[in-house]
């Protein structure tokens, strides 16, 4: 079966699909002068605009990633999170502080999900 690739660059793939799993390169805001739960908003829109493409939603998330620059943002992270996430199709989900490739993103999610059928 073959790969399936959105928005090729020369360094990366927002998506690529197979076998009816979509895979999401780690999402970022774009607009970094927002406070974590902006930062939050703008990236699961991202997610919920790349899953659309593939044929998917945020109720068919098989795993997430999320990656946050700072713990003590962790709390707004998640009140964000848990207004966006399907609730009984919530995904098993690790949260890690990490140090982000650009310093003034918050928050960076990397998600694999279920294409519909």
């Known amino acids: 079966m073959a790969v399936i690739r959105h928005h090729v660059g020369p360094r990366l793939s927002e998506t690529a699909i197979h076998n009816g799993t979509v895979y999401l390169a780690g999402q970022i805001a774009e607009d ?10 703008e990236v699961l829109g991202h997610i919920d ?32 999170w848990d207004k966006w996430v399907a609730q009984g199709a919530t995904p098993p989900r690790a949260t890690v502080e990490a140090k982000l490739a650009n310093p003034e993103c918050l928050v960076e999610i990397v998600v694999v999900a279920a294409q519909r059928d």
């Open 49 to 80: 605009r790349l899953l659309g493409e593939a044929n998917s939603d945020k109720s068919l998330l098989l795993s997430v990633q999320i990656y946050i620059a700072d713990m003590k943002d962790f709390p707004g992270m998640n009140a964000e």
């Open 32 to 41: 970094t002068s927002q406070d974590i739960g902006g930062q939050m908003r």
